[in-house]
């Protein structure tokens, strides 16, 4: 057991050291009973721009820590250690699609108890998926199989790696306690907005792809699922094809985990067809808003913007605008708006950090949220086809050669095309286009983008300064299908799991984590309670 302290505050300039005698202090003991001191968490109080300071979660090992119980913003905690469950190897290896971040953990944990996971990942390997996304950003080159969102970390890659998560869930500890040992900074486990940015991500995923085959895990890149066989609501086997070579193969599979990305849409299709019970989802659609990264900084930490242990500022700021709420997503400091096509003729965009946050130009999404009362038909994937007819729009819009199109935010309210760039010079790579992005959206995305800028522009001074610049589109913020399954993570088919993002039961890098542990968890009692493992 620990004493847990809260709201230790210490000076910018002061150094950790002090933590041990600041607690000793609120304690009334000497620095020297306390045997050892952790921060759990630190943040950054900018609510006074003039005195902006850093607070502390600390733990404490100090004895009989009962007897501090009365002093205020103490508390007993007990470390949960998470234990991975164990199983018999069955009879056919369970088999896992899509290598995100659902669908890795959910590797680690069927590999830790021991039956040999088959990840299915129709991308490359990270090392060489880094290649195909730069000839993509350098020369417009698409590799529809590999690219910001197919390969070895999902979509999450080519992002600013944040680990902020709204869920409370044990599991959380064990994902970061994973990271860490894999090789992302140790940080990650205290910081009260966590982030490992897009560099440190490639070498820990290829440490994590070593463990996981050291623990019997394989995996199988530039493999494509194709078809699942189904008997009597039963998973039977599944058709997969090599992308390098068109071969098709049959696997028999009796237990399926299928952590699919928000991207995967032929799987989705092929899915509906065989009678996968799915629905339409809501999600949010908008445009990447740039600014640059000193006046984010000067905005939220005043005086002390520029100090060097705060480094690059971000925000989040969400309103009510025409009814329905717009809100901003996955800002990315010191960062770089993104292409984040995966389909022919279809321009999607995202932002990326790299950990240092050290680019001149701050990003985020500003998105409208939609439902299905608002896309055509019927069908579960009609919110998927709306996403596909706004990409082809944003893609023709900018010329037809992956260039994004590009508005002055002021030219945006004004409702008239951009042709000259103002202040902020886009970060967007392969290249942009100044135009009128009401060209590619629908007049229930315009209008309460139009409307949000206005009131976040009162919430941050000048957040909506004329030369800010919008880019389009932004599309792909979660998953337009929900693939329906019961508390034990199963669908409808027994022996299929729907997990993380793409199934819609995640919204985030570390909720799809979790996802992906509770279903390695439901499976593991699946196989145990059907047999499967003698």
Not at 138 to 159: C, I, M, R
Not at 237 to 261: F, Q, R, W, Y
Not at 300 to 324: C, E, I, S, T
Not at 334 to 339: A, F, K, L, N, R
Request: aromatic content about 8%.
């Amino acid at each position: 057991m620990s004493l847990r302290i809260s709201n230790i505050t210490l000076s910018l300039d002061s150094n950790e050291d002090k933590l041990v005698k600041k607690a000793a202090r609120i304690l009334g003991i000497s620095p020297l009973a306390i045997k050892n001191l952790e921060i759990v968490k630190k943040a950054v109080d900018a609510r006074n721009k003039k005195n902006v300071f850093f607070v502390y979660t600390v733990d404490v090992e100090v004895e009989k820590p009962e007897q501090y119980l009365h002093v205020k913003n103490t508390a007993i905690v007990e470390k949960i250690i998470y234990q991975a469950p164990k199983s018999p190897v069955g009879k056919t290896r369970p088999v896992i699609i899509g290598a995100g971040p659902a669908g890795l953990f959910a590797a680690l944990i069927l590999s830790e108890a021991g039956l040999n996971p088959i990840i299915i990942e129709q991308g490359a390997p990270v090392d060489w998926r880094v290649s195909h996304v730069n000839g993509f950003w350098d020369k417009g080159q698409l590799n529809p199989s590999s690219n910001v969102q197919f390969g070895e970390g999902g979509a999450g890659t080519f992002s600013d790696g944040k680990l902020t998560t709204g869920i409370k869930d044990f599991r959380i500890q064990k994902i970061m306690d994973e990271l860490v040992n894999l090789g992302a900074p140790a940080e990650i486990k205290y910081n009260a907005k966590p982030h490992i940015g897009t560099d440190k991500l490639v070498g820990i995923l290829i440490n994590m792809r070593k463990k996981i085959e050291s623990l019997g895990g394989e995996y199988r890149f530039n493999t494509r699922l194709t078809d699942i066989d189904i008997e009597c609501r039963c998973i039977n086997s599944i058709t997969v094809e090599d992308l390098l070579t068109g071969k098709e193969s049959h696997m028999p599979v009796n237990t399926l985990i299928l952590a699919l990305g928000h991207s995967a849409r032929d799987t989705f299709e092929m899915l509906e067809k065989k009678g996968v019970p799915m629905e339409a989802k809501a999600f949010s659609v908008g445009v990447r808003i740039e600014h640059k990264q000193s006046f984010i900084n000067k905005s939220q930490y005043g005086d002390f913007w520029n100090h060097p242990k705060l480094g690059a500022a971000d925000y989040k700021l969400n309103v009510k605008a025409k009814g329905r709420g717009v809100y901003t997503f996955c800002m990315c400091p010191g960062g770089q708006v993104i292409g984040a096509s995966s389909e022919a003729g279809r321009l999607v965009i995202n932002g990326m950090s790299r950990y240092a946050r050290d680019s001149k130009n701050a990003n985020s999404a500003i998105l409208v949220s939609v439902s299905p009362s608002d896309f055509k038909g019927d069908s579960p994937l009609r919110g998927m086809y709306f996403q596909r007819e706004l990409e082809e729009r944003a893609f023709k819009l900018g010329g037809g050669s992956y260039f994004a199109p590009v508005q002055l935010l002021g030219d945006f309210l004004n409702q008239k095309k951009s042709t000259a760039l103002g202040d902020i010079t886009p970060s967007y790579k392969p290249g942009y286009k100044l135009t009128d992005l009401r060209e590619c959206l629908p007049d229930f995305v315009y209008e309460p983008l139009k409307d949000a800028l206005i009131q976040m522009g009162k919430k941050i001074k000048k957040f909506d300064n004329y030369d800010n610049l919008l880019t389009a589109v932004e599309s792909r913020s979660s998953s337009p299908v929900k693939i329906i399954r019961d508390e034990t993570c199963n669908s409808e088919v027994f022996g299929l799991f729907p997990c993380g993002e793409g199934a819609g039961y995640a919204g985030g890098i570390m909720s799809a984590c979790v996802d992906g542990i509770k279903c390695a968890e439901s499976l593991i009692k699946f196989v145990d309670i059907h047999g499967f493992n003698k």
